[in-house]
Nanobody, 120 residues
Framework: QVQLVESGGGLVQAGGSLRLSCAAS????????MGWYRQAPGKQRELVAA???????TYADSVKGRFTISRVNARNTVYLQMNSLNPEDTAVYYC??????????????WGQGTQVTVSS
């Protein structure tokens, strides 16, 4: 039906940068909001950033000024540019998309998750 494929995770040193990518594929009419969530060991899953089809953005307070979310609607792709990374950013990052699968149906889809590890 709809698949979200993520890439860009990895291991970096504190102060470094990573860019995550997520591309949606399958049969659907369009995508409304897309976003990134993360879950660190022993912690609750949290919203990191989200972006609407009109490019309105929302950020968690902990990443404001360091992370930038963007999207290319024609490619059904969302990016998360992560700068000034610190060990507290270590988590599994999940891509999320609010997908219009038909004229009358919308559904949330999730990526498989990608590990981001920041060493001190």
């Amino acid at each position: 039906q709809v698949q979200l494929v993520e890439s860009g995770g990895g291991l970096v040193q504190a102060g470094g940068s990573l860019r995550l990518s997520c591309a949606a594929s399958g049969r659907f009419l369009g995508i409304n909001a897309m976003g990134w969530y993360r879950q660190a060991p022993g912690k609750q899953r949290e919203l990191v950033a989200a972006i609407t089809s009109g490019s309105k953005t929302t950020y968690a307070d902990s990443v404001k000024g360091r992370f930038t979310i963007s999207r290319v609607n024609a490619r059904n792709t969302v990016y998360l540019q992560m700068n000034s990374l610190n060990p507290e950013d270590t988590a599994v990052y999940y891509c999320n998309a609010d997908v219009a699968t038909s004229l009358t149906q919308r559904r949330d889809y999730w990526g498989q998750g990608t590990q981001v590890t920041v060493s001190s």
